[in-house]
């Protein structure tokens, strides 16, 4: 009897940090016009089978797996030849103003780059919410899903990108290549290139360190004095259309005297399980155009 009062209790606590989440986010964004969808109509399933039936290093391996890929596993990919994915991961802190950290919201923008499309195919914008809880890196809140429509894309910047209409554009000086191996989930019967390059970034960035199923989610710590409402990372992902070279691009924000963003460009072909990897950095002094450079002074 007990234990079932316990679980109950659990359960209800569940809902409530879920609304309080809910209620948190749509404050953060003022997208309080947009409906409310549950993942399964909206996105791919991450895993063939249930979590529990997995075995446990593959269990390790999805509990670890950050908010970016497992939005690459479950985001389909476009259905137009030249398209850009867009992401901004934005931290959510416990409304009581003691800073910690309470899940995440990424944002995501499928861009239709096609000039001129034979077939009309909108862009689409996601607000994916994560909670963070014991065991696992980020929980996804599957009935909490957004969607809209973009009737245009946004002019606006993506990550360095200074046009998120623009095919992209190399900028700056960056880092010698090196060459790193993707790694692909355990249970991926196929090659899945967008969360193997989500996986790797984050690896990069120093957020996951391992591989495998020893691969530990550890991000820097910030607060919401730090963050105040802007992209903690910002991920772009570009098919170069008519060349078979996908390049994603990392921007982090630092809380650095002299560097303001860490930047991280990965380079791939989609039927390699390799990458070249590049590091810059965008530093204060340069304001307010400032360009990667190999290190800040």
Not at 51 to 67: F, I, V
Not at 148 to 153: A, C, F, G, H, R
Request: hydrophobic share 40%.
């Amino acid at each position: 009897m007990k234990r079932l009062q316990l679980f109950h209790c659990l359960v209800l606590a569940s809902l409530l940090l879920a609304s309080l989440f809910s209620a948190r986010l749509l404050a953060n964004t003022g997208y309080n016009h947009y409906q409310f969808y549950t993942a399964s109509q909206l996105l791919k399933p991450i895993l063939p089978m249930k979590l529990e039936s997995l075995d446990p290093a593959t269990q390790r391996y999805y509990k670890q797996a950050g908010p970016l890929e497992l939005a690459g596993h479950m985001l389909p990919l476009p259905d137009y030849p030249h398209w850009r994915i867009h992401m901004q991961l934005f931290p959510i802190f416990n409304a009581d103003g003691d800073s910690e950290l309470f899940g995440y919201q990424l944002d995501i923008k499928r861009l239709n780059l096609d000039k001129p499309s034979s077939v009309v195919k909108r862009s689409d914008h996601f607000i994916l919410p994560f909670l963070t809880i014991p065991g696992f890196s980020a929980d996804l809140m599957a009935h909490e899903v957004f969607r809209e429509t973009l009737k245009q894309i946004p002019q606006e910047t993506c990550a360095l990108q200074s046009n998120c209409s623009q095919a992209w554009q190399d900028s700056g000086q960056w880092s010698q290549a090196r060459v790193v191996q993707l790694e692909q989930a355990p249970w991926s019967k196929e090659q899945a290139i967008l969360p193997a390059l989500l996986r790797e970034l984050t690896r990069q960035a120093g957020w996951l360190r391992g591989r495998g199923s020893h691969a530990i989610w550890q991000p820097p710590t910030i607060t919401e004095s730090d963050n105040r409402g802007r992209p903690w990372v910002e991920v772009t992902v570009d098919n170069r259309q008519g060349q078979n070279i996908w390049i994603a691009e990392w921007a982090e924000l630092i809380i650095d005297p002299a560097i303001r963003h860490k930047l991280i460009r990965l380079r791939v072909s989609p039927n390699s399980n390799q990458a070249q990897v590049f590091m810059a950095q965008l530093c204060h002094q340069d304001t307010p155009n400032p360009q990667p450079k190999p290190a800040c002074s």
